[in-house]
């Protein structure tokens, strides 16, 4: 279908007349029919976007993908309207189904596995009513009759439970098709790695004057396990050495038998070289000494647990107080945006990438809909039209043009920065709109609770002085329909009623914490090229 529709440009031409073309799933507008041939001046995806009929104006129809493009049209009446609209809603309803086949699959398995199921609750119900029926005649039949209702009741009862096992059968059969047995042993996405905790070995002052058998059992009380739960998979095997320190009947038990044995040999041999020997006994350790050794280091060792239980009483803590702010901080719009500006990484310090720019900016339009999508709907128009405006350089050549500022210096480049529709000066007024969102949102989140005069002082400080009075009119009017306080908050949750909870608005204050300065940033580096090229404009509209 083709045809005449007026659409809305700005504030300042309002509704123009365009050449629309509706064919293959696209709506696409030339200026007149005669430049049909010349390439559409844009267009729309029927599939993806929202068809609204307007409640008072029986010639409008609004055509909206939320947060991405926005065309308001007007038919020339209202059964002119009627045609169109059979024509789009015709064209959606063919196009919707865009499912994979794997979709449907899914989706046919899925409702046999239900009706499988509910034939397995029928056969359920009708085998316990037999066997209540076996139960019951067994007590009410006589010794005669009792084989030929048993015979009876058991082939029923046979008969039922074959067809209940060949229709479960069935049910695993549709199931093992419909669902990836890989996934069972994944975890879900966004599940945070888990990680080995090994056992941390406390380190004895003098190791070296311990028996082997007493360095095992320190090893064993300090990483809490016996030496069978330390295997293979809890942690590291044993080197050579430490094998052949505390291998109980390798030359460890020889060096201790060696030990106990020098002692008697030095005594016996003390009557020919008395200084040798008097010498060699004060180098032995008397066994008094090795339990106060001993002693001293058991009072160290469970000093050392001690001090261990209460860091993990801390650290414990800490994550408890951690997972209860969690739980008790409540999303926000700002916590939940696709894309913000908060997460963009600069190039080189300062190179603003030009995609993440734009998908940020997508991302904060739904803000103007929460202050009144009729009233703010101008505003609205020019902000995405800015966008498309610079998204479409971008498509021209998206390897050339990385960043904003390799946008600005191309188009100063070639002495078309300050022609009217170029990018930069697309450029320029996303720049004012950010800022005066920025503006607003900062008054909410000091605390203004007035919406309509936080958006005046907002206005006053970024927009105001390159309106002229037609425009500054237009915004009073949209003032005026501001929302109220409390229904803006409303509007800014992710589940209704979120607004009431305790942790709302300090999650609000955080989220904006970040968000603002973020944005605040990436505005200022803009600012700093525009000075650079002295291409800022006083240029009232």
Avoid at 2 to 10: D, F, I, P, S
Avoid at 268 to 295: C, F, H, M, V, Y
Wanted: glycine share 6%; hydrophobic share 35%; net charge negative.
């Amino acid at each position: 279908m083709e045809g005449v529709l007026y659409k809305w440009t700005n504030y300042i031409s309002g509704w123009q007349p365009r050449w629309f073309v509706l064919e293959g799933g696209t709506l696409s507008y030339y200026d007149c029919q005669e430049d049909a041939w010349k390439g559409c001046k844009g267009s729309i995806k029927i599939s993806v976007c929202e068809i609204q009929v307007h409640p008072s104006d029986f010639t409008r129809v609004d055509l909206i993908i939320p947060g991405e493009q926005y065309f308001y049209l007007r038919a020339i009446n209202a059964a002119e309207r009627q045609k169109w609209l059979v024509a789009l809603g015709t064209a959606k309803a063919c196009l919707t189904d865009n499912r994979t086949k794997r979709e449907k699959e899914l989706q046919e398995n899925t409702e046999a596995l239900k009706t499988k199921m509910s034939e397995l609750r029928l056969y359920c119900d009708l085998l316990l009513q037999q066997v209540n029926k076996i139960q019951e005649s067994s007590l009410t039949v006589t010794a005669a009759d009792s084989g030929e209702v048993g015979d009876t009741t058991g082939n029923l009862v046979k008969s039922t439970c074959t067809t209940f096992m060949k229709t479960l059968e069935e049910c695993m059969q549709i199931a093992s098709q419909t669902f990836n047995p890989d996934l069972l042993s994944r975890t879900p996405p966004g599940s945070p790695p888990v990680a080995t905790i090994k056992p941390q070995k406390i380190k004895l002052t003098d190791p070296g004057n311990r028996h082997p058998g007493e360095k095992q059992k320190d090893l064993i009380n300090t990483s809490g396990t016996s030496a069978h739960e330390s295997g293979p998979e809890n942690g590291p095997p044993p080197s050579p050495e430490e094998n052949m320190t505390t291998s109980p009947t390798g030359s460890g038990l020889m060096e201790d038998q060696k030990e106990y044995m020098e002692p008697h040999n030095s005594s016996s041999s003390s009557t020919q070289n008395p200084e040798r020997s008097e010498g060699e006994e004060k180098d032995i350790p008397t066994k008094e000494a090795d339990l106060a050794q001993d002693k001293q280091q058991e009072v160290s060792l469970s000093s050392t647990l001690y001090k261990k239980e209460e860091v993990n009483e801390e650290i414990q803590a800490d994550l408890e107080e951690n997972k209860q702010e969690e739980e008790d901080k409540v999303d926000t719009f700002f916590s939940t945006m696709s894309h913000r500006f908060s997460d963009i990484i600069l190039e080189d310090g300062s190179g603003i990438p030009t995609q993440a720019f734009l998908d940020s900016c997508y991302a904060i339009v739904p803000v103007l809909d929460k202050l009144g999508p009729t009233v703010f709907a101008p505003v609205k128009i020019d902000f995405v039209g800015n966008i498309k405006k610079i998204q479409q350089k971008v498509v021209s050549d998206p390897e050339s043009f990385p960043t904003l500022q390799s946008i600005v210096l191309h188009e100063v480049e070639m002495e078309v920065a300050q022609v009217r529709n170029s990018a930069t000066e697309a450029l320029l007024w996303l720049k004012r709109g950010l800022k005066f969102l920025k503006e607003f949102l900062s008054e909410i989140n000091t605390g203004m609770k007035d919406v309509q005069g936080a958006l005046n002082n907002a206005y006053g400080k970024t927009l105001r002085q390159y309106h002229g009075w037609v425009v500054r009119g237009v915004f009073a009017l949209a003032l005026r329909a501001a929302p109220s306080y409390e229904d803006f908050m409303a509007a800014l949750v992710s589940h209704e009623g979120d607004e009431l909870k305790e942790g709302f608005m300090t999650g609000m204050h955080q989220d904006l914490d970040i968000y603002l300065p973020a944005m605040e940033k990436q505005l200022s580096i803009l600012d700093s090229v525009y000075e650079e090229y002295s291409l800022e404009s006083d240029e009232i509209v």
